[in-house]
């Protein structure tokens, strides 16, 4: 998908970074989704953008053009020629201010030695700008993403081998491995804090060092560092918004008499209040231009992995950068992600089943319905949000081995922490969270149905799937039925696990994120969690009372009311008296790696908040 701040106004008006104002060419909608394909090295949008530049726009260009001469590609060329060779529902958009006739390149013409047709060759890529640019030299064009990925694998490769340097400091480990990759005299990391001054009324710049490598500096060589600094508070003074705004960093040219050229580095690291963070690299002899970007964001990327260096895990170093960079270009090529698939699929492995009690809030009885099975994280005990976030962030292949993964791993975990003689009884109940988009997956249905019809691990009836809303319903587009709605398909493939494997269904998280009470309510599914932020809400009642009535009159639905706790705008008897029976959340048990039944100390206490005879009670 396309960042919004690709094509922010602010970076396309005359007066920002560019002499008439810019033009962006977006591979598509920000909404919209950009392809990939086994077909090409790159992205669909990205191959046909250099082959256009190399000069299949140009040809385009010649055929709505008959009368023309002239071999030059521009933008608009470039852009019709995309339009016409890109998928239907991945067309390319323009932004910017309209700035007349921009040629990006030209086409050298030469005839062919056994006819006079005219033939236009393919060649390097030449700047549009030769005012801006002429001073470079000859560039050939070359796929930039190809060496910032070298730059994080080089980058990584020299933190392993520093390591052993410097075992007990992550910042050196770090900031020496950055120093020997782009040839920098001294790094170090600083923070300065702003703070009103006394008589003068101009503010007070208290500066300190955090971490740096090791001083090779002369003493009159550390006046490089207070110029900078004034650079940098003199565009802060400027800008209020610099940090935001060159989030990556940004490099300038070293004020030198010599021609060998270096340059300097600022990469903004964070923002605590008054307080701002950054990492500075002097006097670099590198080129360092053709790493972009890629330099400041894996530095950041590296600095919140190991919280502020403080902690250093090799193995994940390369999972964090390479998610952020996806994050940032949304497409990567296809070998780069078919290694992020692999480290993920290694990342499942070190996920452990938690599960937390769904209780029935009986006067006489409170006892345990079903559990819902949890991820965690088998070091930290904590969710693994990263896992999450990658899945949902790489797509459907990560979602779907994901649940796979997780719902064969819960179903397993549970049925071994049961007694022997309970294992197989239908009123054992687990639910599991999954991705709506896995109901759609053939290798999900097929896990599901050797573990119970095959393997016969567990009943059918024993397994509730929930369908958490705040992923979705999935599009669908269906072959045989073009024009069939997505929830009328979604709604058949739940069928065929209820009637072929007796599997039960969930809406989860309901009320937040997708929902739509008139489209779930026809998929008619028995149970119903309401999520925890509605007990949040100035008013929760009304919303319970809502869900109730109108969702679980329709059809006998069982409500369950998620995140219950003590100090929430009502009580338990209020929930009770609502009609709600079943409940989940601290106030029962936190998730733990075990099934044992509630302590008789709980269950009186939610007797007695049940019934109203104990209004409040002490978390």
């Known amino acids: 998908q396309t960042e919004p701040h690709a094509y922010k106004s602010f970076f396309l008006r005359k007066e920002n970074y560019s002499g008439n104002g810019r033009i962006a060419i977006v591979?598509?909608?920000?909404?919209?989704?950009?392809?990939?394909?086994?077909?090409?090295?790159?992205?669909?949008?990205?191959?046909?953008?250099?082959?256009?530049?190399?000069?299949?726009?140009?040809?385009?260009?010649?055929?709505?053009?008959?009368?023309?001469?002239?071999s030059d590609i521009t933008l608009s060329s470039l852009l019709s020629y995309l339009q016409v060779?890109?998928?239907?529902?991945?067309?390319?958009?323009?932004?910017?201010?309209?700035?007349?006739?921009?040629?990006?390149?030209?086409?050298?013409?030469?005839?062919?030695?056994?006819?006079?047709?005219?033939?236009?060759?393919?060649?390097?890529?030449?700047?549009?700008?030769?005012?801006?640019?002429?001073?470079?030299?000859?560039?050939?064009?070359?796929?930039?993403?190809?060496?910032?990925?070298?730059?994080?694998?080089?980058?990584?490769?020299?933190?392993?081998?520093?390591?052993?340097?410097?075992?007990?400091?992550?910042?050196?480990?770090?900031?020496?491995?950055?120093?020997?990759?782009?040839?920098?005299?001294?790094?170090?990391?600083?923070?300065?804090?702003?703070?009103?001054?006394?008589?003068?009324?101009?503010?007070?710049?208290?500066?300190?060092?955090?971490?740096?490598?090791?001083r090779e500096f002369l003493e009159h060589e550390i006046n490089i560092e207070d110029s900078i600094f004034d650079k940098l508070i003199f565009l802060l003074n400027q800008d209020r918004d610099f940090f935001k705004r060159s989030k990556f960093g940004f490099i300038f040219p070293k004020e030198n008499n010599g021609n060998n050229k270096s340059w300097n580095l600022f990469i903004p690291l964070q923002i605590k209040s008054d307080i701002k963070e950054y990492l500075i690299a002097?006097?670099?002899?590198?080129?360092?231009?053709?790493?972009?970007?890629?330099?400041?964001?894996s530095i950041k990327s590296i600095y919140k992995s190991t919280n502020e260096f403080t902690r250093l895990n090799?193995?994940?170093?390369?999972?964090?950068?390479?998610?952020?960079?996806?994050?940032?270009?949304?497409?990567?090529?296809?070998?780069?992600?078919?290694?992020?698939?692999?480290?993920?699929?290694?990342?499942?492995?070190?996920?452990v089943i938690y599960f937390e009690p769904v209780v029935h809030l009986g006067e006489k009885k409170i006892s345990i319905d079903s559990w819902e099975a949890l991820a965690r994280d088998k070091y930290s005990e904590k969710v693994p949000k990263e896992i999450f976030d990658a899945a949902q962030q790489w797509?459907?292949?990560?979602?779907?081995l994901l649940d796979i993964v997780l719902v064969e791993k819960a179903i397993r975990t549970f049925i071994n922490l049961l007694p022997s003689e309970d294992r197989n009884k239908d009123y054992q109940r687990l639910s599991v969270n999954l991705y709506p988009s896995s109901i759609l997956s053939d290798n999900f249905y097929l896990m599901l149905q050797k573990l119970i019809k095959e393997n016969e691990i567990i009943y059918g009836k024993q397994l509730i799937l929930e369908i958490s809303e705040k992923k979705g319903i999935p599009e669908v587009v269906d072959d045989d039925e073009i024009g069939t709605k997505s929830i009328q398909i979604f709604k058949e493939r739940i069928k065929k696990f209820t009637s072929e494997l007796q599997v039960q269904f969930a809406i989860d998280d309901f009320g937040v994120g997708y929902s739509s009470i008139l489209r779930l309510d026809k998929l008619e599914l028995p149970y119903i969690k309401i999520d925890k932020?509605?007990?949040?809400?100035?008013?929760?009642?009304?919303?319970?009372?809502?869900?109730?009535?109108?969702?679980?009159?329709?059809?006998?639905?069982?409500?369950?009311?998620?995140?219950?706790?003590?100090?929430?705008?009502?009580?338990?008897?209020?929930?009770?008296?609502?009609?709600?029976?079943?409940?989940?959340?601290?106030?029962?048990?936190?998730?733990?790696?075990?099934?044992?039944?509630?302590?008789?100390?709980?269950a009186d206490l939610l007797k007695k908040l049940v019934t109203g005879t104990l209004k409040k009670a002490n978390k």
């Open 533 to 602: 932020d509605i007990l949040r809400h100035t008013n929760p009642s009304s919303t319970i009372k809502y869900v109730k009535e109108y969702i679980a009159g329709s059809h006998p639905t069982q409500v369950i009311l998620e995140g219950v706790d003590l100090d929430h705008r009502i009580t338990i008897k209020e929930i009770h008296d609502l009609g709600i029976d079943y409940i989940q959340g601290h106030i029962v048990r936190k998730a733990l790696p075990n099934l044992n039944e509630i302590n008789e100390d709980t």
């Open 314 to 351: 090799i193995s994940n170093l390369f999972n964090f950068i390479i998610d952020d960079i996806k994050r940032i270009y949304s497409f990567l090529p296809f070998d780069t992600y078919q290694r992020r698939f692999e480290n993920f699929s290694h990342q499942l492995s070190d996920i």
């Open 395 to 400: 797509g459907n292949d990560f979602t779907e």
């Open 282 to 297: 002097i006097d670099i002899n590198k080129n360092i231009l053709r790493f972009g970007e890629i330099i400041g964001l």
């Open 27 to 70: 591979s598509c909608s920000k909404n919209g989704v950009a392809r990939e394909s086994h077909e090409f090295k790159n992205g669909v949008f990205t191959h046909f953008l250099l082959e256009g530049l190399k000069g299949d726009a140009k040809e385009h260009y010649k055929k709505e053009n008959q009368n023309s001469d002239n």
């Open 85 to 214: 060779m890109v998928p239907n529902d991945q067309q390319p958009i323009r932004y910017g201010e309209e700035v007349g006739r921009i040629v990006l390149t030209s086409i050298k013409k030469q005839y062919s030695k056994y006819d006079e047709d005219e033939v236009y060759f393919k060649v390097p890529l030449k700047y549009a700008s030769r005012k801006i640019h002429k001073n470079l030299g000859s560039i050939f064009l070359t796929n930039p993403i190809d060496n910032q990925l070298k730059f994080v694998d080089h980058l990584i490769d020299n933190i392993v081998e520093t390591r052993d340097i410097y075992p007990n400091s992550v910042a050196q480990t770090v900031l020496n491995a950055l120093k020997n990759i782009i040839n920098a005299k001294y790094i170090y990391i600083e923070y300065f804090e702003s703070k009103p001054g006394l008589e003068s009324g101009k503010p007070k710049v208290i500066r300190e060092i955090k971490y740096d490598t090791k």
